[in-house]
């Protein structure tokens, strides 16, 4: 989730002719430290040095752990799986991803790395990750987010997508890989998309799952917020139910005025149980004004979300998502004046584009008021330049839930048109990170099918 603020055209020739000669005058990174990875059978893990910041106006180094199948019969190279959040590691995953998609993966190295400011190396904030667990719209108290940012200090600048692609780059060449495969899940997508755009001729093919548009997160979360009135009433078309769901959320905003927490289990819902058990019989009653489950699932949500560090960084997720939504958006810009640009593009939004939800919700859901919160922080200098907006012409699959209010679907459709050489799925009663959650066993042999060198 996340915007084209880091892309900022503040980085001139002059500089950029700097970091190339500083390029070539750096030694090649070396993955070290190779051993088995602990509860991860048939991988090996290891150790890759990358510098704070990639331009290198600034000094320091980071240690990323970096999980690879080990080499045995790998004819098509190797494949980058990169995992979401942002704030979430790779290297738990490992076995999962390998089981789950195994057949897709059949030629391929499977590779995953904890990225900068996850996993072991993950920023941590306790107070901020207590409030906010694993979710992206949680509104909690601004004092926490700001007390996170100030407790990471002004290296949280270098916490960016940017530094992410460059970071998989020196990764790509300890590898020894003239080209990578990405399979990028959610914010996966758009570092994905980066690198792509940033090393067009290193990637050969590119999986988009749950996709992030290559402009960002809207912070208003507008397709999301739309979006719900097609969700809920699909829910509605594949049970039958009698009544019309989204009207039923619209009416009980406008009597209880409790859009965000509902905005939030509604995406929870989306990731973890796309039928919506129970949501829409919670919905009927509270717009009878019986409330008590629909309270009921908010709270249950909210537990759910409980969330470690080591499984999604809050810190990282702050640092990253609040240089990096769409534009208007200006990370850079004074909390007032921030503020003033999200309610007058609220102001001038058509009411349907909010239904069921509402102009209020939009304004106050977690996403955009935690990055409020978040101080005025400069875009770090960008090595690789601006992106062109279309994708190479590369072959790209993309998939997207047809229930998904995470990444909705209208961002996936923006992006595909992107894609010169993309093919969109939409799946049927999916929702989030459709390769590994979808219940259709097509969408694993298409994949499998798109790996193998089809289309």
Known sequence: MIALAVWSSGCGAHHHAAVTRAEKAAPRPLLTGAHPC???????????????????????????????????????????????GPGQPGIPFLTRIKTRLRAALAGYRLV???????????????????????????????????????????????????ETVADIDELRAALGAARLTLDGVSYGTFVAEHYALAHPGHVSRIVLDSVVPQAGADPLYRAALSGSERVLRSV???????????????????????????????????VAAPDYPGVLDALHAARAGRLSTLQDIIASVRRGEEAPAGF???????????????????????????????????????????????RATAVDNGLAQGCLAW?????????????AAPLPPVPILLLSGERDLSTPLAWARAEAALAPRGHLIEVPGAGH????????????????????GGQ
């Open 38 to 84: 602990p509860g991860q059978p048939g991988f090996t893990c290891s150790t890759l040095r990358v510098p704070l910041d990639h331009a290198r106006q600034t000094s320091g180094t980071l240690a990323l752990a970096v999980g690879a199948a080990v080499a045995t019969n790998a004819p098509r190279g190797v494949l980058l799986f990169l995992t979401g």
């Open 112 to 162: 995953m790395f904890d990225q900068r400011g996850t996993g072991a190396g993950a920023l941590r904030c306790p107070a901020l990750q207590a409030a906010a667990g694993a979710s992206d719209l949680a509104t909690v108290p601004a004092g926490t987010i700001a007390a996170c940012a100030h407790r990471l200090g002004a290296a949280r600048r270098y916490y960016s997508t940017a």
């Open 236 to 270: 509605c078309a594949a049970r039958r139910c009698a009544w019309d769901p989204a009207a039923d959320l619209a009416a009980v905003l406008a009597r209880f005025h409790d859009g965000p927490p509902v905005l939030n289990a509604l995406v929870a819902y989306s």
């Open 312 to 358: 999604l960084s809050q810190g990282l997720h702050e640092s990253t998502l609040c240089l990096e939504l769409a534009p208007s958006w200006d990370p850079a810009q004074p909390r007032g004046q921030r503020a003033a640009t999200l309610v007058a593009l609220a102001a001038s939004t058509p009411d349907a584009d909010f239904y069921p939800f509402d």
């Open 375 to 387: 101080p005025p922080t400069e875009p770090p200098a960008v090595p690789d330049g601006a992106p």
């Open 433 to 452: 990170s459709v390769q590994l959650r979808a219940r259709d066993p097509g969408v694993r042999l298409r994949l499998a099918r798109f790996l193998s």
